[in-house]
């Protein structure tokens, strides 16, 4: 689901009935109303573990993994949206955490007022404010997404208002795309992980059946 405050799950059902499109939120996924970081994390090749097919081996594998503070931007010409997630990686799938994005409608890389002179601090002020009111040690990743975010300028002030939390990684490649490719192969993967554990299932059933 796109970073949109009170955006609710019966609003996503809708518009997927509206278009026609199979839904699996909540049904294969280990996710409840997944959020454009999620999509964003996995896009960029963080977040599912090698194994993600066996839940054993995957569940092994991901306890006492490292968790990131990571922080996504979109960044078009009409908004300006800052979005921060605690993820884990490896994990099967990734996990939800509730939302906590800024969101400026007005900041956008093309903003109403041509002339404001302020913009980049403004920006710099909304970055800095969802770091620092969720961050307490160290940024692991910024992600950059949306048709403006690979704004040069962007970059330079991103990096001055996480400077106090470490040297973050900061990712932006293919930004306008990355997004969706995430959500497609989390998508996938639900499918996949569906079809295997209906075959465990069967499997087991008829091994049972031949003990009888």
């Known amino acids: 689901m796109p970073t949109i405050i009170a955006l609710y799950e019966e609003d996503a059902y809708d518009a997927l009935e509206y278009l026609g499109i199979t839904n699996l939120i909540g049904a294969h996924l280990a996710l409840c109303r997944p959020r454009e970081i999620?999509?964003?994390?996995?896009?960029?090749?963080?977040?599912?573990?090698?194994?993600?097919?066996?839940?054993?081996?995957?569940?092994?594998?991901?306890?006492?993994?490292?968790?990131?503070?990571?922080?996504?931007?979109?960044?078009?010409?009409?908004?300006?949206?800052?979005?921060?997630?605690?993820?884990?990686?490896?994990?099967?799938?990734?996990?939800?955490?509730?939302?906590?994005?800024?969101?400026?409608?007005?900041?956008?890389?093309?903003?109403?007022?041509?002339?404001?002179?302020?913009?980049?601090?403004?920006?710099?002020?909304?970055?800095?404010s969802v770091v620092e009111a969720n961050i307490s040690k160290t940024l692991s990743v910024v992600m950059l997404v949306g048709e403006s975010a690979e704004d040069a300028t962007l970059r330079e002030n991103i990096e001055r208002a996480v400077a106090d939390f470490g040297s973050p990684t900061i990712l932006v490649d293919d930004p306008i795309y990355v997004t969706a490719k995430g959500a497609a192969d989390i998508g996938w993967r639900s499918l996949e992980i569906e079809r295997h554990e209906q075959q465990w299932h069967v499997q087991a059933l008829g091994e049972g059946l031949l003990r009888r």
Not at 47 to 74: F, K
Not at 76 to 87: A, F, I, P, Q, T
Not at 99 to 127: C, M
């Open 38 to 128: 999620n999509y964003a994390y996995v896009g960029y090749g963080y977040g599912i573990c090698t194994h993600w097919l066996d839940r054993d081996t995957c569940l092994n594998e991901t306890l006492g993994g490292p968790t990131y503070d990571v922080l996504l931007v979109d960044y078009s010409r009409n908004c300006l949206s800052v979005d921060w997630s605690r993820l884990r990686s490896p994990g099967r799938l990734p996990t939800y955490q509730p939302l906590k994005a800024v969101i400026d409608f007005d900041a956008g890389s093309e903003p109403l007022d041509p002339n404001w002179s302020t913009y980049w601090q403004h920006v710099r002020a909304i970055v800095g």
